[in-house]
Nanobody, 126 residues
Framework: QVQVVESGGGLVQSGGSLRLSCAASGRIGLIYAMGWFRQAPGKEREFVAAASWIPDLTYYDDSAKGRFIISTTSVKKTVYLQMNSLKPEDTAVYYC???????????????????WGQGTQVTVYS
C-alpha cells in the first residue's frame, strides 16, 4: 500500500506565496504519477497540477499555469507545489494524490488516482 501526506497549507494575503509538500511512503515503486487537486466549499474537487515520472512531464490546469509550479524528487516520490500570486479564489482544501498507472489523457481525472492524502487548507485573503 501507499500512504500520502501533505503539508504546507496556511493563511496568506492575496498576491502572496505558499509551498505545499507531499510525500508518498510505502510501496512507492508502484507510483507513476502524483498530482494536486483542490476543493472549495460547495464546489467539486478540481485538478490543479500533476507530475509523472514515466514520462517525466508536468501538467497544469489553466487556472494554475504561470502561477503554480509542481516539482518532484525522483527517488522519494515527493512532490511540491509552489503557489505564487495567490488569489482569494485559490482558497480551498488542497489534496495530494498518487496513481499506479498513467495515461496522459486522464491526468486531470481524480478517479484515476488511487491514493489520497487528508488535505491541507489554503486560505487567501484580500
Amino acid at each position: 500500500q501507499v500512504q500520502v501526506v501533505e503539508s504546507g497549507g496556511g493563511l496568506v494575503q492575496s498576491g502572496g506565496s505558499l509551498r505545499l509538500s507531499c510525500a508518498a511512503s510505502g510501496r512507492i515503486g508502484l507510483i507513476y504519477a502524483m498530482g494536486w487537486f483542490r476543493q472549495a466549499p460547495g464546489k467539486e474537487r478540481e485538478f490543479v497540477a500533476a507530475a509523472s515520472w514515466i514520462p517525466d512531464l508536468t501538467y497544469y490546469d489553466d487556472s494554475a499555469k504561470g502561477r503554480f509550479i509542481i516539482s518532484t524528487t525522483s527517488v522519494k516520490k515527493t512532490v511540491y507545489l509552489q503557489m505564487n500570486s495567490l488569489k482569494p479564489e485559490d482558497t480551498a482544501v488542497y489534496y495530494c494524490a498518487a496513481r499506479e498507472t498513467f495515461l496522459e489523457a486522464t491526468v486531470a481525472e481524480s478517479r484515476q488516482y488511487r491514493y489520497w492524502g487528508q488535505g491541507t487548507q489554503v486560505t487567501v485573503y484580500s
